[in-house]
C-alpha cells in the first residue's frame, strides 16, 4: 500500500495540493502548493495551472506509484472523470471534457490513479 498520496482542491478561482502521509493521517505542509487560477481561461490554461500545481506537489511524494484524489465541484461526472460544467461563471471550456484523462496525461500517470469527489 502506498504511503503518501496527493490531495487537491479545485475551487472557482484557485487550486490548493498537498501530499498527505496516510500512516499519520497528516498532510505534508511542506508540499503544501496553492495557485490561483483563471476559471474563465482556455482549456490549456486550466489544466495547465492545475497540473503545474498538482505536479509541484506530488515531486515530494517518495518513489512511490502516484495516487490522487481530487475534490471538484459539479456537475461533474466523478466517476469518469468529465465535466458538465457550464454556464456557471467557471471552467466553461471544460465542458464535457475528459479532465482524468487529460491531467492524467499531462502527469504521466495512470487515468485509473485518479478519482474525483464532490467539493
Not at 32 to 50: Q, Y
Amino acid at each position: 500500500m502506498n504511503s503518501f498520496v496527493a490531495g487537491v482542491d479545485i475551487g472557482g478561482s484557485h487550486i490548493t495540493a498537498a501530499v498527505i502521509d496516510l500512516g499519520s493521517r497528516r498532510v505534508q505542509k511542506e508540499t503544501v502548493c496553492r495557485k490561483l487560477v483563471d476559471a474563465n481561461g482556455s482549456l490549456e490554461e486550466i489544466l495547465s495551472s492545475w497540473s503545474e500545481a498538482i505536479q509541484n506537489c506530488i515531486n515530494a511524494i517518495p518513489d512511490q506509484e502516484i495516487y490522487i484524489g481530487i475534490a471538484m465541484p459539479g456537475p461533474f461526472d466523478y466517476a469518469a472523470g468529465i465535466s458538465y460544467i457550464k454556464e456557471q461563471d467557471k471552467f466553461n471550456s471544460l465542458y464535457a471534457v475528459n479532465v482524468k484523462q487529460a491531467v492524467a496525461s499531462r502527469l504521466g500517470i495512470s487515468a485509473c490513479n485518479i478519482q474525483f469527489i464532490n467539493d
